[in-house]
């Protein structure tokens, strides 16, 4: 394999015959590490960051509680919208170059956050900033691909699943911080210096495509399609969990079924799909993204529900609630990278069925808690949770992407953010209808459901023993 330097002083390669691409040496690799880390900390932070101050944004915007929602929803409703099609437009015109777009599309939608005088101007703001999100978490996992040689993916994928668990739950604990000594602004406006370093250091030392792929177009027509289904999707689940009516909830569920209809119709028979039949007909990859949907169901069921009965319950202030909710995403810190190095020695199928049993022992605990419950038995259950994900998550990220083709590397990538962002909005959906459903007992349904939830994951991950890993290299 012959490489040159390009513009930017980064070795590209130049694929020749069949030597493959093996990663990028050292030190090289570790600032290409931290750039992809700090673009996905922040898109992953972003959408949960602004809801311990949606109270103080509505009085200071003048608008009602149920319309500040929107600050939330217009992030995570058009990143979801983004991922499939973007994923396969950086097959096309280089993963480092839409990460680069990404970047700087969310830096500077978070510096319009940070300057919004009105709802409006702050839900278009953070509707740009999710499609900014949607850039970069398309093509990150596929990045780690190129980043680490062959035989390490599952190290550097453990890498991201701490960084992903730990951004997805550290939001409220960063927000009342920051909180604690500036205004709301500033919750967007921290974003500008950490994604301006994070662009300097993509436009140095990410890599490019390796592998040029002839005769694949981008498919417009199926990237409305993508968008209009996912978001339809999206929609309709809202509806469904905050009451909106019979009728509207009916329409939307509709026009979501025909958008999808038209959507699988138009990509079954493609070379190149947006929806990437080609991977799903892998066995060992579609259940991988079975088995993610159902881990981060389970998880957004028990992240949601769980500070209610605290604060309901037992009384915890905000403070103790977070150190207590810490306890979780602190265990996967250091598990899930334990987890990738042993994903390289033993199946993924037997680490993701023992991860997500673990995990639901965890959760079956926490709905059982018994009175008088000290905050060290809570904090220990909680942990039980943590080992149980961290031992499923980079195991099961690392067989998704190393089971497609290098040259459909942005799709498996789209799609395994795409299941995590499923999993994420049905968990926190059904937590919303258990509460309606069941004001009282709510939490304690949510966490059984959940428990379950990750027995069913669990089961499906069993089912990959059947089949062949991934050749690592």
Same mark, same amino acid.
């Given at each position: ?17 069949? !030597? ?52 939330? +929803? ?65 093509? +990150? ?17 453990? =890498? ?23 205004? $709301? ?16 250091? /993509? ?20 990237? =409305? ?18 009451? $909106? ?22 990509? $079954? ?16 990859? *579609? ?32 403070? #103790? ?5 810490? *306890?979780?995403?602190?265990?996967? @810190? ?36 018994? /009175?008088?419950?000290? @905050? ?22 690392? !067989? ?19 299941? #995590? ?23 304690? *349904? ?22 062949? @890993?991934?050749?690592?290299?």
């Amino acid at each position: 394999m012959s490489e040159k330097i390009d513009t930017y002083g980064v070795q590209t390669p130049q694929v020749m015959g069949n !030597t493959a691409w093996d990663g990028l040496p050292m030190p090289q690799r570790v600032y290409a590490v931290l750039a992809i880390v700090t673009g996905l900390s922040l898109s992953v932070l972003d959408s949960s960051i602004a809801n311990v101050s949606l109270p103080t944004m509505a009085r200071e915007l003048g608008v009602s509680a149920s319309d500040s929602i929107w600050v939330v +929803n217009a992030y995570q409703i058009s990143t979801i919208m983004f991922l499939l099609p973007f994923a396969t437009l950086g097959e096309i015109i280089s993963y480092r170059r839409l990460y680069l777009i990404g970047i700087v599309l969310f830096t500077l939608s978070s510096l319009s956050c940070a300057l919004s005088v009105s709802l409006t101007m702050l839900v278009l703001s953070r509707v740009v900033q999710g499609v900014g999100a949607a850039l970069m978490m398309s093509v +990150n996992t596929t990045l780690v691909r190129l980043i680490y040689p062959k035989r390490f993916l599952g190290r550097g994928l453990g =890498v991201n699943a701490a960084v992903v668990a730990v951004a997805s739950v550290a939001g409220p604990s960063i927000a009342g911080s920051i909180l604690a000594v500036a205004q $709301w602004p500033w919750l967007f406006a921290v974003n500008v210096p950490i994604g301006v370093l994070g662009f300097f250091l /993509s436009r140095r030392y990410l890599p490019g495509n390796p592998v040029k792929v002839h005769n694949h177009h981008f498919d417009f027509v199926g990237s =409305v399609l993508s968008v209009f289904t996912f978001g339809l999707m999206m929609v309709t689940v809202e509806s469904l969990s905050h009451g $909106w009516g019979c009728l509207p909830t009916s329409v939307l569920a509709f026009l979501f079924i025909f958008a999808a209809f038209l959507f699988v119709r138009s990509q $079954w028979h493609k070379p190149f799909p947006i929806l990437p039949f080609d991977l799903l007909r892998i066995p060992i990859f *579609s259940l991988s993204v079975l088995t993610s949907i159902c881990s981060f169901v389970a998880q957004m069921l028990a992240m949601i529900a769980l500070p209610f009965y605290l604060q309901r319950t037992l009384g915890y202030t905000e403070v #103790r609630v977070g150190l207590v909710m810490t *306890s979780w995403p602190a265990v996967i @810190m250091v598990v899930a990278p334990v987890a990738g190095y042993l994903v390289e020695r033993i199946h993924a199928g037997v680490m993701g069925a023992v991860g997500l049993c673990v995990m639901s022992c965890g959760l079956f605990l926490l709905a059982f808690l018994p /009175s008088g419950v000290s @905050m060290s038995g809570i904090c220990l259950r909680m942990v039980l949770c943590g080992l149980g994900f961290g031992i499923f998550q980079s195991p099961n990220n690392s !067989t998704m992407i190393g089971s497609a083709p290098q040259q459909r590397s942005g799709s498996a990538s789209g799609m395994l953010a795409t299941a #995590r962002l499923t999993g994420q909005t049905v968990g926190a959906s059904l937590v919303a209808l258990l509460f309606f459903l069941s004001p009282v007992h709510g939490t304690q *349904s949510a966490l059984v459901l959940a428990g379950l939830v990750a027995i069913l994951g669990a089961s499906i991950s069993g089912l990959r023993l059947t089949q062949k @890993m991934p050749r690592r290299a």
